[in-house]
């Protein structure tokens, strides 16, 4: 950005209005995705972001979409806050937070307010990281894609990643699931995925996935301990369950972490996705609320490379293209395209967490 842009950002007058609607944006999907204390946090501290703090200074002046759909600079904060309270630094605020009972807004705020004082630098640095949390639970409308992907093909699957953050859903056949009344997976794993489930149950055979292999701008190293805080700190405090399902699927994966590269999603998909495929595996493309965070090109080229390759897939060697992404006002949806072929199928519904699965499966 040339520096006469930058300061007519740093000055513009709507910032401040832009700040609050994320927040209120935040606030909401934390409400309805049941975190009332990461909604109070973020209640509390949005009055104090202003230009006394250089955290303040550096939100008020963010170069950049704040809310969920851009930066996500609201749950940089509460990633800071969980992360600081986790590793012993901020006691005072430690005893507000689960398990304790859901404090007022003007509790946290006094706490706050001396927080971001005496811990300025602290919250500054780790403003720089995008919020990464690796939701398992969206595994399971994931594998029951893989499942009629097979029913559909015959083929065993070569899996693909984009926005992978750490690869914990490239190891999405070592959880087990109750789907629609139906168990899937290895019934002993440390992840048990039970989401709420309304329609049949995936019919047709399991997956058998011969390779997984993933990227990510920004990906985190499970082997990395910091890394492993980093990625805990990202999850709503008061939602211990999910916390326990990540530290479950972390040492699920730690002993043998698939591949994973920096990269951009479209660069690595025109790399690694070529024309012909091998006879007998589906090569399967998988994301799951990351797309939305592409740029625009970035999509573009994955869309135009993957139905130039399609155009030459085969019924012995086909490709899909497997999503669960936001589809506007909608919310999520899980989608199939599938060459030879390429019409896409909106084969579920769900919440951005996994808890709950509407499931259609293929129309045929």
């Known amino acids: 950005m040339r520096q006469s842009q930058a300061a007519e950002y740093e ?15 935040q606030i909401e999907a934390c409400t309805r995705l049941g975190s009332p204390f990461t909604a109070r946090l973020l209640e509390a501290i949005e009055p104090l972001l202003d230009a006394t703090t250089a955290t303040g200074r550096k939100i008020l002046a963010w170069r950049g979409r704040l809310d969920a759909l851009g930066d996500s600079v609201p749950l940089r904060l509460t990633g800071a806050l969980h992360g600081m309270v986790r590793e012993g630094r901020l006691p005072a605020l430690a005893v507000l937070y689960p398990p304790a009972a859901l404090p ?19 919250l500054l640095g780790w403003l720089r ?13 994931l594998y029951a894609g893989l499942v009629e992907i097979t029913r559909l093909t015959g083929c065993a699957v070569g899996l693909y990643e984009v926005g992978s953050s750490a690869g914990l ?16 997976g290895e019934p002993g794993s440390r992840v048990q995925l039970r989401p709420r489930w309304d329609g049949p149950a995936p019919a047709g055979r399991e997956p058998r996935i011969l390779s997984r292999q993933g990227c990510d701008i920004a990906p ?47 660069d690595w998909i025109e790399r690694r996705i070529r024309l012909s495929g091998e006879p007998g595996v ?42 669960f992404e936001q589809r506007g006002e909608a919310g999520p ?4 395209r599938l060459w030879p072929g390429g019409g ?11 808890r709950q699965l509407r499931w259609h499966g293929h129309q045929e």
């Open 169 to 184: 859903n490239l190891m999405l056949d070592r959880f087990a699931y109750d789907l629609g009344g139906r168990l899937l």
């Open 220 to 266: 985190l190293d499970i082997r990395n301990e910091e890394q492993r805080r980093r990625l805990s700190a990202y999850v709503w405090a008061d939602q211990a369950e999910r916390l326990q399902r990540l530290e479950a699927a972390i040492a699920i994966t730690l002993p043998a972490p698939p591949r994973l590269e920096r990269a951009d999603a479209a």
């Open 282 to 323: 589906a090569r399967v493309v998988m994301h799951s609320i990351a797309y939305q965070y592409f740029p625009p090109e970035t999509q573009r080229r994955i869309q135009h490379h993957l139905e130039s390759v399609g155009a030459a897939a085969t019924a012995q060697a086909p490709l899909a293209w497997l999503a």
């Open 333 to 336: 949806a899980l989608t199939l």
């Open 104 to 122: 007022s807004a003007e509790a946290l705020q006094t706490v706050l307010g001396r927080v971001l004082r005496g811990e300025d630098e602290a």
């Open 344 to 354: 896409e199928a909106v084969l579920a519904e769900g919440d951005a967490h996994g």
């Open 129 to 141: 990281f995008t919020p990464q949390t690796n939701e398992v639970a969206r595994a399971s409308l």
């Open 11 to 25: 000055t513009d007058t709507a910032q401040p209005a832009r700040l609050r609607q994320a927040f209120a944006m």
